[in-house]
């Protein structure tokens, strides 16, 4: 019994010391195999159990939630400039001011995702949802309606002028999942750095305001 636990704490030294602190070509190849593993088989299985989402973290791709001036922006100053395209919706500046993440967010953001149950979802909420895009849409519901119990949603990108087309009726099997706020602004640039250039070029590089 004493041999075990002797080899056991032998094992773990020498496994600690190759992953953190073997700063040779084979310590950092064993490191990097160690967190690929670790991250995709363990971290994102448990996050998506605790969020309830097959997509518990999501990069933004686009400009289309984006503020001007992102996190330092001034809410008043831009829903003035866009007030015009939520009075026919009949939102208000108050109403506004109380959605959630009400000053929108900025390509490369990455955001925490959690389910969405389409009953409790409300006008104002920022869903993720599946439409004929290679990627999930992230955007803000702006309407929901209800046709023989089935709520149907309708968003809009804040920095967008109208809606697309694929927008304006989303189904309850369409939803991925609610984004809940932000867990790391700008970091997922370090992904999208290798294919924004394959974009068009009005889509590729930093954010402007619409």
């Known amino acids: 019994m004493v041999d075990e636990k002797n080899g056991f704490n032998t094992f773990f030294k020498k ?3 190759l992953l953190w602190k073997d700063n040779s070509v084979k310590g950092w190849l064993f490191s990097i195999i160690f967190l690929f593993i670790f991250i995709k088989f363990i971290f994102f299985p448990f996050l998506n159990v605790v969020t309830g989402t097959t997509l518990p973290l999501a990069i933004v791709e686009s400009c289309s939630m984006y503020h001007n001036g992102n996190i330092l922006s001034n809410f008043d100053s831009w829903l003035t400039n866009h ?3 939520y009075s026919d919706l009949e939102i208000n500046k108050t109403e506004f001011s109380l959605f959630p993440m009400k000053k929108g967010f900025n390509k490369g953001d990455i955001l925490l995702i959690t389910r969405a149950n389409p009953e409790k979802l409300e006008v104002g909420d920022i869903i993720v949802f599946s439409a004929s895009q290679t990627n999930p849409i992230i955007h803000r519901i702006i309407e929901i309606k209800e046709s023989n119990g089935v709520r149907v949603f309708s968003t809009l990108g804040d920095n967008n002028q109208g809606q697309l ?3 304006k009726e989303i189904s309850e099997e369409q939803l991925v ?5 932000k867990v790391a602004p700008y970091l997922g640039w370090v992904k999208l ?3 924004d250039w394959q974009k068009p070029e009005s889509e590729r590089g930093f954010c402007n305001e619409n």
């Open 15 to 17: 496994f600690w010391f």
């Open 83 to 85: 007030q015009e395209k």
């Open 165 to 167: 087309s694929f927008e």
């Open 177 to 181: 999942g609610k984004a809940t706020f």
């Open 193 to 195: 750095i290798f294919y």
